[in-house]
């Protein structure tokens, strides 16, 4: 069974970092896309980041490029979002999310919602003004 829990979330001031964390179990292929997305109040939930766990794939939103960044540690089975230079338009629900099977990285370079298949429950991020 494929679990996922996000960590890190919290509320802080315009400017500042977070890095967000999310365990993954019960995974047994080896390729496929991880991505970050949110959610704010009202709005649809977004890609912010993506990562492809078998090569050097990565996709950004444009609203968090340069500020945001997105990686893995294997050995921990663990994926990272390292948040920098928040701003309060980032405030959301964040959750981490897994695809089936992906033999091509390029998959992950554009990322929709219904490709992610195993979810995490979310972590708030607030960002006061």
């Known amino acids: 069974q494929v679990q996922l829990a996000e960590s890190g979330g919290g509320s802080v001031p315009n400017g500042e970092s977070l890095r967000l964390s999310c365990a993954v179990s019960g995974v047994t292929h080896s390729s496929y896309c991880m991505g970050w997305f949110r959610q704010a109040p009202g709005e649809e939930r977004e890609a912010v980041a993506t990562?492809?766990?078998?090569?050097?794939?990565?996709y950004y939103a444009d609203a968090v490029k340069g500020r945001f960044a997105i990686s893995q540690d294997s050995a921990k089975n663990t994926l990272y979002l390292q948040m920098n230079s928040l701003k309060p338009e980032d405030t959301a629900m964040y959750y981490c999310?897994?695809?089936?099977?992906?033999?091509?990285?390029?998959?992950?370079?554009?990322?929709?919602?219904?490709?992610?298949?195993?979810w995490g429950q979310g972590t708030q991020v607030t960002v006061s003004s």
């Open positions: 990562i492809y766990t078998s090569g050097s794939f990565t």
């Open positions: 999310a897994a695809s089936p099977p992906r033999l091509n990285g390029e998959y992950c370079l554009t990322p929709k919602e219904f490709e992610y298949n195993y």
